[in-house]
């Protein structure tokens, strides 16, 4: 099994500009989400799904939109990014609810607005 | 209304014990803790439920206070291989998840 996998690795984004953070998981997992990591601190989560065609808001969803229209794949998008969307992206993957499944992780997405 | 972790971060020699406390304000029904080395993503270590249940790493054990709100992470004879951000991380309202505000641990030899 690949596990949790995003494209691309890095991104170079210019201030207005939209893009979309792909996002895949073959192990058949319910849940999935999507958290932002900045320099030297902790992840916020940004969107989660518990199923196909299911998502909603995480703590931190301005400026993005998600959508969920198979199991495996649950890509981000970022529209009319701003230098404050410099961050690093994980995408996550659980088989059930956090309350009692662990999480795995995909390699992440460097993201830089200039 | 993220949980607190301390300390912030913390160097210990190879072979020397640390614990990595977790703190919330809200109650809490499981924990996680996951360690993330720098340019990596988070890797699962631990889960404590309600109830003792713990599902996880072999080498490495936690603690679970329901009534204080709190967790605790232990990591004994520590190694090089141990060093790296550790974040506990749990679940409040819904399906939201928060991570903890993270410690730093380096082990040197």
């Not at chain 1, 192990?27 to 989560?45: A, E, F, S, T, V």
């Not at chain 2, 614990?19 to 889960?47: D, T």
């Not at chain 2, 249940?53 to 141990?82: P, R, V, W």
Request: glycine share 10%.
């Amino acid at each position: 099994n690949a596990g949790v996998t995003q494209t691309p690795k890095f991104r170079i984004l210019k201030i207005g500009q939209s893009m979309t953070l792909q996002c895949t998981q073959d192990m058949n997992h319910n849940y999935m989400y999507w958290y932002r990591q900045d320099p030297g601190m902790g992840l916020k989560l940004i969107y989660y799904s518990v199923g196909a065609g299911i998502t909603d808001k995480g703590e931190v969803p301005n400026g993005y939109n998600v959508s969920r229209s198979t199991t495996e794949d649950f890509p981000l998008r970022l529209e009319l990014a701003a230098p404050s969307q410099t961050s690093v992206y994980f995408c996550a993957s659980s088989y059930g609810t956090s309350s009692s499944y662990e999480q795995y992780f995909g390699p992440g997405t460097r993201l830089t607005v200039t | 209304q993220q949980p607190v972790q301390s300390p912030q971060a913390v160097i210990l020699r190879e072979g020397e014990d640390a614990v990595i406390n977790c703190s919330s304000s809200k109650a809490l029904y499981s924990v996680h803790w996951y360690r993330q080395k720098h340019g990596e993503a988070p890797v699962f270590l631990m889960i404590l439920l309600k109830g003792g249940e713990q599902k996880g790493h072999d080498k490495i054990s936690a603690s679970f206070n329901e009534k204080k709100q709190q967790s605790s992470l232990y990591l004994t004879a520590s190694q090089l291989s141990y060093s790296g951000t550790y974040f506990c991380g749990t679940l409040y309202t819904g399906n939201q998840f928060y991570f903890g505000t993270g410690t730093s641990l380096t082990v040197i030899p």
